[in-house]
């Protein structure tokens, strides 16, 4: 019986704007914060774009991050002349990065509002990210204990790793088209969302 460790993925997913198993992964998530100020839509529109997450790589900052990491281990056990996965564990650690509006207070009913709306639809959106990756860390791991043996442990490792990658190239794909998708009804659930507060609030 050998050990090995699955090769770590980190992302860093920013938005432009399940059942458990028998054996669950090992999942963690965190939250950090950045401050905003301002007393207009205006000031916190500027606000979001000065100080929110910059997305390495493109100098470019958002309202809100999601940065997962994906890894584990796996064990191995060679008996009866087949190598065979007899324990896979995966590990998932989310960290979600949301803004806090430090005027309040001072602002106008209007802008509250908005910010409400906003700052919901933002947290969210992080936590759907989160959700996503959840459900990839439990296919993961299901598909590596489902592994059927090979006749060695390095045939056995090159089978593991590529259905590790292709796992992870999934789950890729998954988040970059949650947000293209999130980015494209941006304006359509603001207004619809802002719509509903304004007749909850007359009714």
Not at 76 to 102: F, M, S
Request: net charge positive; with cysteine; glycine share 6%.
């Amino acid at each position: 019986m050998r050990a090995i460790r699955l090769a770590v993925t980190a992302l860093t997913l920013l938005c432009m704007a399940a059942n458990p198993g028998d054996a669950d992964p090992l999942i963690t998530k965190t939250y950090s914060y950045f401050t905003i100020h301002g007393h207009t839509g205006g000031d916190l529109e500027r606000e979001l774009s000065k100080r929110g997450p910059l997305l390495h790589g493109t100098g470019i900052r958002h309202p809100g991050a999601t940065r997962i990491k994906l890894g584990g281990s796996i064990k191995y056990e060679n008996t009866g002349g087949k190598c065979r996965v007899i324990d896979a564990t995966v590990n998932l650690e989310t960290h979600l990065t949301l803004p806090r509006w430090k005027n309040r207070n001072g602002a106008s009913r209007e802008t509250v509002m908005v910010w409400d709306t906003l700052s919901s639809d933002i947290k969210r959106h992080e936590e759907r990210h989160a959700e996503i990756a959840r459900q990839y860390a439990r296919k993961l791991e299901k598909a590596l204990e489902s592994l059927r043996p090979q006749r060695d442990c390095k045939t056995m490792e090159q089978r593991v790793d590529a259905t590790s990658r292709k796992i992870i190239d999934k789950h890729a794909a998954d988040q970059e088209r949650f947000d293209r998708v999130e980015a494209a009804s941006f304006e359509r659930r603001m207004l619809r969302m802002l719509r509903f507060k304004v007749q909850k609030q007359l009714n």
